[in-house]
């Protein structure tokens, strides 16, 4: 072999470099959802923590698509290049919706169930559960009846929890609680004729009631006493018309009839990737190419964890904005993914240079 040959196969930066890259980004990404994404109930979050959020998310998952192409393009890589284009697809559809959601959600202010993005999300699943599927079922496996035994306990978990997450409701907005007192002297003051609507009535329930006012005698009072109290009370506040171009609110309404199926959709890759992704962690337990499989598995879980916590928080938590801590793990599946194709390509490498060795 040439030196021009030995320089070529030198890569640009050192598998030490990029894994220490990564890692940095991924505990740089925790520290800035720890210190400015816990928020007090009922603030919300300020642009430029979303923006923040949405560019580490964009920037892991890009790198780890590039590395995922260099070994698909190497013809050094054991594992088989059509992995790595699976996978490598998948970040870079997922780095493509993730761009579309923040310019829908932060850009144009909409919260649709369903939006362009979302076109670019199953892709995502698409080629990353096509490339998965070659990584174990491309070589022969030789699993213990325990380690069925728990990629079957995986399986049942995860659908029972996607299960549970398709027939979830809302959670309902706490109401305010009438002293008994006072909620006794309701069906009197309604009585009264031309009383106004039950939402002052509730108001001035309330008002007394954190006073500690004594019970009042509602049935006995004139229009002219409670007329003044019931002008004073603030009318309800409007929510202020959406700013989004017609074009993107016509699409969402066009959209909205596929929220269930992808929804579904959804869960069922989810529970597939946690199935493929037990069985990476228990197959390539050892040997000499399990460290960047461990990692590849480990990226799974957390876009398992992520996929779950958010399709949690938008189902059952009330006025959920994006940018919770669970989040993080987005950010995590992406650096995992970049770390197992870093290492992947070092360890491939090294093995072709030791068999030219021997051959020489």
Same mark, same amino acid.
């Given at each position: 072999?040439?030196?021009?040959?030995? $320089? &070529?196969?030198?890569?640009?930066?050192?598998?030490?470099?990029? /894994?220490?890259?990564?890692?940095?980004?991924? %505990?740089?990404?925790?520290?800035?959802?720890? *210190?400015?994404?816990v928020?007090?109930?009922?603030?919300?979050?300020?642009?430029?923590?979303?923006?923040?959020? &949405?560019? !580490?998310?964009?920037?892991?998952?890009l790198?780890?698509?590039?590395?995922?192409?260099?070994?698909?393009?190497?013809?050094?890589?054991?594992?088989?290049?059509? @992995?790595? *284009?699976?996978?490598?697809?998948?970040?870079?559809?997922? !780095?493509l919706?993730?761009? #579309?959601f923040?310019?829908? =959600?932060?850009?144009?202010?909409?919260?649709?169930? /369903?939006?362009?993005?979302?076109?670019?999300?199953?892709?995502?699943? /698409?080629?990353?559960?096509?490339?998965?599927?070659?990584? @174990?079922?491309?070589?022969?496996?030789?699993?213990? #009846?325990?380690?069925?035994? @728990?990629?079957?306990?995986?399986?049942?978990v995860?659908?029972?929890?996607?299960?549970?997450?398709?027939?979830?409701?809302?959670?309902?907005?706490p109401?305010?609680?009438? +002293?008994?007192?006072?909620?006794?002297?309701?069906?009197?003051?309604?009585?009264?004729?031309?009383?106004?609507?039950?939402?002052? %009535?509730?108001?001035?329930?309330s008002?007394?009631?954190?006073?500690?006012?004594?019970?009042?005698?509602?049935?006995?009072?004139?229009? $002219?006493?409670?007329?003044?109290? %019931?002008?004073?009370?603030?009318?309800?506040? =409007?929510?202020?018309?959406?700013?989004?171009?017609?074009?993107?609110?016509?699409?969402?309404?066009?959209?909205?009839?596929?929220?269930?199926? #992808?929804?579904?959709?959804? #869960?069922?890759? +989810?529970?597939?990737?946690?199935? *493929?992704a037990?069985?990476?962690?228990?197959?390539?337990?050892?040997?000499?190419?399990s460290?960047?499989?461990?990692?590849?598995?480990?990226?799974?879980?957390?876009?398992?964890?992520?996929?779950?916590? !958010?399709k949690?928080?938008?189902?059952?938590?009330? +006025?959920?904005?994006?940018?919770?801590?669970? =989040?993080? !793990?987005?950010?995590?599946s992406? /650096?995992?993914?970049?770390?197992?194709?870093?290492?992947?390509? +070092?360890?491939?490498?090294?093995?072709?240079?030791?068999?030219?060795?021997?051959?020489?």
């Open positions: 072999m040439s030196s021009a040959d030995k $320089s &070529s196969d030198k890569p640009f930066l050192s598998v030490q470099t990029i /894994v220490l890259a990564e890692i940095g980004w991924a %505990v740089s990404a925790l520290l800035f959802f720890l *210190l400015f994404g928020t007090a109930q009922g603030e919300v979050r300020p642009l430029w923590y979303s923006l923040g959020t &949405s560019i !580490f998310e964009a920037v892991a998952f790198v780890a698509s590039l590395l995922c192409f260099r070994n698909w393009r190497s013809s050094q890589i054991v594992s088989g290049r059509g @992995v790595w *284009l699976g996978i490598g697809l998948g970040m870079f559809f997922y !780095f919706g993730n761009l #579309l923040s310019y829908w =959600e932060l850009g144009l202010g909409l919260e649709a169930a /369903v939006s362009p993005a979302d076109f670019f999300f199953v892709l995502t699943y /698409v080629f990353l559960l096509w490339g998965m599927f070659q990584a @174990v079922f491309s070589r022969r496996l030789n699993l213990e #009846l325990w380690q069925k035994g @728990v990629i079957v306990a995986i399986a049942i995860g659908i029972a929890i996607a299960i549970l997450l398709s027939t979830a409701k809302p959670a309902e907005q109401t305010a609680r009438l +002293d008994l007192g006072y909620a006794a002297e309701a069906s009197a003051l309604k009585a009264i004729p031309g009383f106004p609507l039950e939402g002052s %009535v509730r108001t001035l329930f008002t007394a009631q954190t006073l500690e006012f004594p019970a009042f005698n509602f049935a006995a009072m004139t229009e $002219s006493s409670w007329a003044p109290m %019931v002008a004073a009370q603030p009318a309800p506040a =409007e929510s202020p018309p959406s700013q989004a171009p017609e074009w993107a609110i016509g699409l969402e309404q066009q959209l909205k009839p596929l929220e269930l199926p #992808l929804n579904w959709f959804y #869960l069922l890759c +989810d529970v597939l990737l946690l199935v *493929l037990t069985t990476l962690l228990l197959a390539f337990w050892g040997g000499r190419f460290q960047s499989w461990r990692m590849i598995a480990a990226a799974a879980f957390s876009l398992y964890i992520a996929d779950i916590w !958010f949690y928080a938008t189902t059952i938590l009330t +006025d959920y904005k994006s940018g919770g801590l669970p =989040e993080v !793990f987005w950010v995590f992406g /650096v995992l993914f970049g770390i197992g194709a870093a290492l992947e390509y +070092d360890l491939s490498s090294r093995s072709r240079r030791a068999g030219s060795r021997r051959r020489a």
